[in-house]
Protein backbone atom coordinates (compact mmCIF):
# COMPACT_ATOMS: atom_id res chain seq x y z
CA UNK A 1 0.00 0.00 0.00
CA UNK A 2 1.41 3.72 -0.88
CA UNK A 3 2.32 5.94 2.37
CA UNK A 4 2.71 9.41 1.76
CA UNK A 5 3.47 11.29 5.08
CA UNK A 6 4.71 14.86 5.40
CA UNK A 7 5.73 16.84 8.13
CA UNK A 8 7.63 19.81 8.48
CA UNK A 9 4.62 22.30 8.39
CA UNK A 10 3.83 24.84 11.38
CA UNK A 11 3.94 28.37 11.90
CA UNK A 12 6.45 30.76 9.69
CA UNK A 13 6.87 34.18 9.99
CA UNK A 14 6.31 36.53 7.09
CA UNK A 15 9.58 36.49 5.09
CA UNK A 16 11.05 33.41 6.82
CA UNK A 17 11.61 29.50 5.71
CA UNK A 18 10.22 26.55 6.44
CA UNK A 19 11.59 22.94 5.40
CA UNK A 20 8.63 20.17 4.08
CA UNK A 21 9.32 16.96 4.04
CA UNK A 22 7.53 13.78 2.65
CA UNK A 23 8.41 9.94 3.31
CA UNK A 24 7.41 7.84 0.31
CA UNK A 25 6.44 3.93 0.76
CA UNK A 26 4.95 1.54 -1.04
CA UNK A 27 5.99 2.20 -4.61
CA UNK A 28 8.90 2.83 -6.68
CA UNK A 29 9.61 6.51 -5.31
CA UNK A 30 12.78 6.56 -7.63
CA UNK A 31 10.18 5.51 -10.87
CA UNK A 32 8.02 8.44 -9.80
CA UNK A 33 7.79 12.09 -10.90
CA UNK A 34 6.18 13.87 -7.62
CA UNK A 35 4.02 16.69 -6.12
CA UNK A 36 3.26 19.26 -3.68
CA UNK A 37 -0.52 20.68 -4.11
CA UNK A 38 -1.71 23.20 -1.79
CA UNK A 39 -4.46 23.97 -0.55
CA UNK A 40 -5.46 27.72 1.17
CA UNK A 41 -8.59 27.26 3.84
CA UNK A 42 -11.74 27.14 2.17
CA UNK A 43 -10.37 26.98 -0.98
CA UNK A 44 -10.02 24.69 -3.88
CA UNK A 45 -6.91 22.90 -4.85
CA UNK A 46 -3.50 24.85 -6.43
CA UNK A 47 -0.63 22.90 -7.88
CA UNK A 48 2.83 24.38 -6.55
CA UNK A 49 5.75 22.14 -7.81
CA UNK A 50 6.87 19.24 -9.75
CA UNK A 51 10.42 17.27 -9.89
CA UNK A 52 10.67 14.20 -12.54
CA UNK A 53 11.77 10.86 -11.11
CA UNK A 54 15.52 11.36 -11.36
CA UNK A 55 15.34 15.13 -9.94
CA UNK A 56 17.12 16.28 -12.80
CA UNK A 57 14.21 18.47 -13.67
CA UNK A 58 11.65 20.87 -11.67
CA UNK A 59 8.60 23.03 -12.63
CA UNK A 60 7.06 25.72 -10.25
CA UNK A 61 4.15 27.72 -10.42
CA UNK A 62 4.74 31.36 -10.98
CA UNK A 63 3.95 32.53 -7.39
CA UNK A 64 6.61 30.07 -5.42
CA UNK A 65 9.20 30.48 -8.19
CA UNK A 66 12.42 32.06 -6.56
CA UNK A 67 11.39 31.46 -2.94
CA UNK A 68 10.34 27.61 -2.85
CA UNK A 69 13.08 25.07 -4.17
CA UNK A 70 11.96 21.40 -4.75
CA UNK A 71 13.60 18.47 -4.23
CA UNK A 72 14.07 14.58 -3.99
CA UNK A 73 16.47 12.02 -2.60
CA UNK A 74 15.59 8.73 -4.04
CA UNK A 75 18.20 6.92 -1.70
CA UNK A 76 15.89 8.24 1.23
CA UNK A 77 12.43 8.07 -0.29
CA UNK A 78 12.26 11.86 0.26
CA UNK A 79 10.84 14.53 -1.13
CA UNK A 80 11.66 18.24 0.12
CA UNK A 81 10.16 21.62 -0.52
CA UNK A 82 12.30 24.63 0.76
CA UNK A 83 9.72 27.37 1.46
CA UNK A 84 11.99 30.94 1.58
CA UNK A 85 10.55 34.68 1.95
CA UNK A 86 7.62 33.18 3.28
CA UNK A 87 3.79 35.07 2.35
CA UNK A 88 0.69 35.27 3.85
CA UNK A 89 -1.15 33.74 0.85
CA UNK A 90 1.46 30.94 0.99
CA UNK A 91 -1.17 29.66 4.17
CA UNK A 92 -2.36 26.29 3.31
CA UNK A 93 -2.23 22.88 3.47
CA UNK A 94 0.68 21.41 1.70
CA UNK A 95 -0.31 17.55 0.11
CA UNK A 96 2.60 15.79 -1.10
CA UNK A 97 1.29 13.68 -4.51
CA UNK A 98 2.94 11.29 -6.90
CA UNK A 99 2.30 11.13 -10.36
CA UNK A 100 1.02 8.13 -12.53
CA UNK A 101 1.55 7.25 -16.23
CA UNK A 102 -1.33 9.64 -17.41
CA UNK A 103 0.09 12.79 -15.67
CA UNK A 104 -2.79 12.27 -12.84
CA UNK A 105 -2.18 12.64 -9.49
CA UNK A 106 -2.43 9.01 -7.91
CA UNK A 107 -1.78 9.08 -4.34
CA UNK A 108 -1.97 11.95 -2.13
CA UNK A 109 -0.45 12.42 1.64
CA UNK A 110 -2.47 13.60 4.14
CA UNK A 111 -1.32 17.01 4.18
CA UNK A 112 0.56 19.23 6.52
CA UNK A 113 -0.68 22.94 7.54
CA UNK A 114 1.95 26.18 7.21
CA UNK A 115 0.17 29.23 8.50
CA UNK A 116 2.17 32.31 7.84
CA UNK A 117 1.32 34.45 10.20
CA UNK A 118 3.16 37.28 12.61
CA UNK B 1 -1.57 28.97 -18.18
CA UNK B 2 -3.96 26.48 -18.98
CA UNK B 3 -7.70 27.93 -17.72
CA UNK B 4 -9.76 25.10 -16.35
CA UNK B 5 -13.31 26.00 -15.78
CA UNK B 6 -15.65 23.99 -14.24
CA UNK B 7 -19.49 24.10 -13.90
CA UNK B 8 -21.71 24.16 -12.24
CA UNK B 9 -19.50 25.49 -8.94
CA UNK B 10 -22.38 23.61 -6.81
CA UNK B 11 -25.32 21.08 -7.03
CA UNK B 12 -28.08 20.34 -5.32
CA UNK B 13 -29.00 16.67 -5.64
CA UNK B 14 -30.85 13.60 -4.09
CA UNK B 15 -29.72 9.97 -3.58
CA UNK B 16 -30.45 8.12 -6.41
CA UNK B 17 -29.57 11.35 -9.24
CA UNK B 18 -27.79 11.36 -11.70
CA UNK B 19 -25.49 14.15 -11.77
CA UNK B 20 -23.15 15.94 -14.20
CA UNK B 21 -20.26 17.83 -13.82
CA UNK B 22 -18.72 19.89 -16.89
CA UNK B 23 -14.77 21.34 -17.41
CA UNK B 24 -13.54 22.99 -20.30
CA UNK B 25 -10.06 23.39 -20.79
CA UNK B 26 -8.75 27.27 -22.32
CA UNK B 27 -6.90 25.14 -24.79
CA UNK B 28 -6.72 21.28 -26.22
CA UNK B 29 -5.60 19.38 -23.44
CA UNK B 30 -6.26 16.13 -25.68
CA UNK B 31 -7.11 13.88 -23.41
CA UNK B 32 -4.69 14.51 -20.13
CA UNK B 33 -7.70 15.18 -17.85
CA UNK B 34 -8.13 13.97 -14.05
CA UNK B 35 -11.03 13.96 -11.54
CA UNK B 36 -11.11 14.15 -7.84
CA UNK B 37 -13.52 13.86 -4.79
CA UNK B 38 -12.57 15.60 -2.01
CA UNK B 39 -14.34 15.17 1.20
CA UNK B 40 -14.11 17.58 3.87
CA UNK B 41 -10.54 17.55 6.21
CA UNK B 42 -9.60 14.99 3.55
CA UNK B 43 -6.98 14.39 0.87
CA UNK B 44 -8.45 14.60 -2.67
CA UNK B 45 -8.97 11.07 -4.13
CA UNK B 46 -8.31 10.27 -7.88
CA UNK B 47 -11.52 9.11 -9.70
CA UNK B 48 -10.52 9.26 -13.09
CA UNK B 49 -7.45 9.85 -15.23
CA UNK B 50 -7.16 10.21 -18.99
CA UNK B 51 -10.64 11.54 -19.10
CA UNK B 52 -12.21 8.56 -18.87
CA UNK B 53 -10.43 5.60 -17.14
CA UNK B 54 -11.72 4.53 -14.02
CA UNK B 55 -8.88 4.50 -11.42
CA UNK B 56 -8.64 1.18 -9.82
CA UNK B 57 -10.94 0.31 -7.00
CA UNK B 58 -13.44 3.63 -7.85
CA UNK B 59 -16.93 2.54 -8.18
CA UNK B 60 -18.62 2.22 -11.72
CA UNK B 61 -21.17 4.59 -10.98
CA UNK B 62 -18.29 7.20 -11.81
CA UNK B 63 -17.82 7.70 -15.35
CA UNK B 64 -15.51 10.27 -17.69
CA UNK B 65 -15.83 11.80 -20.83
CA UNK B 66 -14.51 14.14 -23.50
CA UNK B 67 -11.08 15.14 -25.06
CA UNK B 68 -9.62 18.47 -26.27
CA UNK B 69 -11.51 21.30 -24.34
CA UNK B 70 -14.39 19.84 -23.31
CA UNK B 71 -14.83 17.31 -20.23
CA UNK B 72 -17.87 15.71 -18.42
CA UNK B 73 -17.73 13.85 -15.37
CA UNK B 74 -20.91 11.45 -14.52
CA UNK B 75 -22.51 10.30 -11.20
CA UNK B 76 -24.89 7.77 -12.24
CA UNK B 77 -27.04 6.72 -8.91
CA UNK B 78 -25.72 9.49 -6.48
CA UNK B 79 -24.96 7.46 -3.35
CA UNK B 80 -24.87 9.29 0.19
CA UNK B 81 -20.85 8.93 0.29
CA UNK B 82 -20.70 11.10 -3.06
CA UNK B 83 -21.80 14.22 -1.56
CA UNK B 84 -18.49 16.09 -1.57
CA UNK B 85 -16.27 18.78 -3.88
CA UNK B 86 -15.53 17.28 -7.03
CA UNK B 87 -12.37 18.71 -9.24
CA UNK B 88 -11.31 18.43 -12.47
CA UNK B 89 -7.04 18.91 -13.34
CA UNK B 90 -5.23 19.22 -16.59
CA UNK B 91 -1.56 17.60 -17.62
CA UNK B 92 -1.18 18.38 -20.37
CA UNK B 93 1.63 21.02 -19.70
CA UNK B 94 2.94 22.94 -16.42
CA UNK B 95 1.72 24.72 -14.21
CA UNK B 96 -1.20 21.50 -13.84
CA UNK B 97 -4.16 23.59 -13.17
CA UNK B 98 -7.39 22.74 -11.48
CA UNK B 99 -11.37 23.27 -11.98
CA UNK B 100 -12.40 25.79 -9.09
CA UNK B 101 -14.56 23.04 -7.90
CA UNK B 102 -18.06 21.38 -7.80
CA UNK B 103 -19.71 21.02 -4.61
CA UNK B 104 -22.38 17.95 -4.86
CA UNK B 105 -24.70 18.93 -1.86
CA UNK B 106 -28.46 17.22 -0.75
Known amino acids: EVHLVESGGGLGQPGGSLRLSCAAS????????MNWVRQAPGKGLEWVSA????????YYEDSVKGRFTISRDNAKKTLSLQMNSLRGDDTAVYYC???????????WGQGTLVTVSS | DIQMTQSPSSVSASVGDRVTITCRAS??????LAWYQQKPGKAPKLLIH???SLQSGVPSRFSGSGSGTDFTLTISGLQPEDFATYYC?????????FGQGTKVEI
Open chain 1, 97 to 107: VSRGPDRELDN
Open chain 1, 26 to 33: GFTFSASA
Open chain 1, 51 to 58: VSDSGGST
Open chain 2, 27 to 32: RDISRW
Open chain 2, 50 to 52: AAS
Open chain 2, 89 to 97: QQGNSFPYT
